[in-house]
């Protein structure tokens, strides 16, 4: 697999990551069969030694990027007890809430305190004595308004807690406005239908040597065969998934639609890795085999660039689901 390095930092990472939030908690789309006897929860996560197994798989396939967080219901847990004895392998993310427990955001010391109590249980739970990427969770452009954001998670950097520190992001702001306050990686949605950073974050990000993770690859499971169970309310969303998918079936030779968009944030210049969330062997054994394959051509990734949706369905937290 390739490797490739994050940012400016000295740190290499593969083509893939292993997200880990379908391994805690219920996730995504709820299966047809589950939603006809009335499930809407979500698919369940595998048990602990199914994920355990999957873990390994992910490893000796050549990722050696995991990324999970405080939020993730037991993934650090899980994620500790898979990884004894090969924390050393791995390059391994977390992330730490910058919401108090009324929503509010949190800044300055209340933030510090926040994030020191949430990655002390994250290191416990995973069993190292430090990450590699400690990153702010689904940051909203408030909390770097006082332009302590940054500085703050550098604390812990000075202290060995984590190597590189940075947010995960929504939207076109607040990614900016992490990078002007010196965040050395960003995890950010990008994908066929939600091309909105290319215009203006995946080149600042660039030029500031910036380390871009990549999630929403699949957009929570829409731009897989799976698309197929989204609920009647998202039939916009389901009938771009599908247009997509027939595109990548009339190519020569077919492209699946999960191949096809794992290709396509993975031929795209400007990207470190695409996390990808995995529930069994098949799914795992699909990405490899996209990861493997070349760079789309030139003339796939501009057909595809114009599949670009602007739509408030493209934010999975509208969807109603889990």
């Not at 996560?45 to 999970?68: C, F, K, S, W, Y």
Request: a negative charge; one cysteine or more.
């Amino acid at each position: 697999m390739d490797m490739r390095r994050l940012g400016h930092s000295d740190i290499e990472v593969s083509s893939l990551s292993l997200g880990t939030v379908a391994l805690g908690m219920a996730y995504g789309i709820t299966p047809k069969d589950e939603q006809a006897q009335g499930g809407t929860g979500g698919m369940r996560p595998p048990t602990l030694a199914e994920a355990t197994r999957l873990v390994h798989q992910a490893i000796a396939g050549g990722i050696n990027h995991i990324d999970t967080a405080r939020g993730y219901g037991d993934a650090e847990q899980v994620l500790g007890h898979a990884l004894k004895g090969k924390r050393a392998e791995v390059v391994l993310t977390t992330k730490a809430s910058c919401f108090g427990p009324d929503g509010t955001v949190l800044r300055g010391e209340a933030l510090r305190q926040q994030v020191e109590q949430s990655l002390t249980t994250s290191l416990g739970l995973l069993g190292t004595d430090h990450v590699d990427v400690l990153m702010l969770h689904s940051a909203p452009v408030e909390v770097f308004a006082d332009g302590e954001a940054m500085e703050i998670l550098k604390q812990f950097k000075s202290r060995g807690l984590t190597r590189l520190v940075g947010a995960s992001t929504y939207g076109t702001e607040a990614p900016q406005q992490a990078i002007a306050q010196g965040a050395e990686v960003l995890q950010v949605a990008f994908n066929i239908l939600d091309q909105t950073l290319v215009d203006e974050v995946l080149p600042l990000a660039a030029a500031q040597g910036v380390g871009m993770v990549i999630r929403s690859v699949y957009l929570k499971g829409a731009l897989t065969p799976r698309a197929e169970d989204l609920p009647v309310h998202l039939a916009p969303l389901k009938a771009q998934a599908r247009a997509v998918a027939a595109y990548g079936a009339g190519l020569q030779p077919p492209v699946r639609l999960a191949e096809l968009a794992l290709r396509f944030v993975l031929s795209h210049p400007l990207l470190s890795t695409a996390l990808i969330g995995v529930r069994n062997e098949a799914e795992l054994a699909v990405a490899l085999a996209a990861a493997s394959q070349p760079a789309l051509p030139p003339e796939v990734m501009d057909r595809l660039a114009a599949f670009r949706w602007d739509s408030p369905l493209l934010n999975p937290g509208v969807w109603e689901l889990p």
